[in-house]
Antibody, heavy 118, light 113 residues
Framework: EVQLLESGGGLVQPGGSLRLSCAASGFTFSAYAMSWVRQAPGKGLEWLSF????????NYTDSVKGRFTISRDNSKNTLYLQMNSLRAEDSAVYFC???????????WGQGTLVTVSS | DIVMTQSPDSLAVSLGERATINCKSSQSVLYSSNNKNYLAWYQQRPGQPPKLLIYWASIRESGVPDRFSGSGSGTDFTLTISTLQAEDVAVYYC?????????FGQGTKVEIK
């Protein structure tokens, strides 16, 4: 059974940093691209970033480019999102999802809540 | 980036009746080399993560009830719930995965009338 479990969310001040993790199990992690998607309270879904299975290829949406960095450790079956220079508008539930551009997101984690506030 | 626009934003349907959600993309998501539409539909129940329902515009994900169907091609797509059940109350999103920066529609909230 495929499982994705996010962690690392919490309350952070504007300008601060946070690193999210997503522990994957139930599939050959290194064979699949992974993505981060977020959902602000009461709002829709916003794709943020993807990383290829090897980690050699990444892409970002404009709103986080230069502030967020996606990475993965295939030896630990874990996906990461390093978030720097956080803003109030980054407050959201952050989901990791199996999938990437050119394929749909067939599995999602339960999400982790990030709140950016002073 | 491709803009995905859903209509309506919300709809209320009686149990057992049909629900229809439309999705329009700002450019075609039909890839000519394989004749596939890079369009997916997701269901998000309250307090839950999204769940993949339909991909390639019309292929049901394993385990999805056959009352859910997808249709359309190019820029215009439809998700139909043939006979609405109580457990179908959710927000539904279309998504293009044609580009390297996939985008979602704004969502359509389905409620019971």
């Amino acid at each position: 059974e495929v499982q994705l479990l996010e962690s690392g969310g919490g309350l952070v001040q504007p300008g601060g940093s946070l690193r999210l993790s997503c522990a994957a199990s139930g599939f050959t992690f290194s064979a699949y691209a992974m993505s981060w998607v977020r959902q602000a309270p009461g709002k829709g879904l916003e794709w943020l970033s993807f990383i290829s299975g090897s980690g050699g290829r990444t892409n970002y949406t404009d709103s986080v480019k230069g502030r967020f960095t996606i990475s993965r450790d295939n030896s630990k079956n874990t996906l990461y999102l390093q978030m720097n220079s956080l803003r109030a508008e980054d407050s959201a539930v952050y989901f990791c999802a199996k999938g990437a551009p050119r394929v749909p997101f067939d599995y999602w984690g339960q999400g982790t809540l990030v709140t950016v506030s002073s | 980036d491709i803009v995905m626009t859903q209509s309506p934003d919300s709809l209320a349907v009686s149990l057992g009746e049909r629900a229809t959600i439309n999705c329009k993309s700002s450019q075609s998501v039909l890839y000519s080399s394989n004749n596939k539409n890079y369009l997916a539909w997701y269901q998000q129940r309250p307090g839950q993560p999204p769940k993949l329902l339909i991909y390639w515009a019309s292929i049901r994900e394993s385990g999805v009830p056959d009352r859910f169907s997808g249709s359309g091609s190019g820029t215009d797509f439809t998700l139909t719930i043939s006979t609405l059940q109580a457990e179908d109350v959710a927000v539904y999103y279309c998504q293009e995965y044609y580009t390297t920066r996939p985008t979602f529609g704004q969502g359509t909230k389905v409620e019971i009338k």
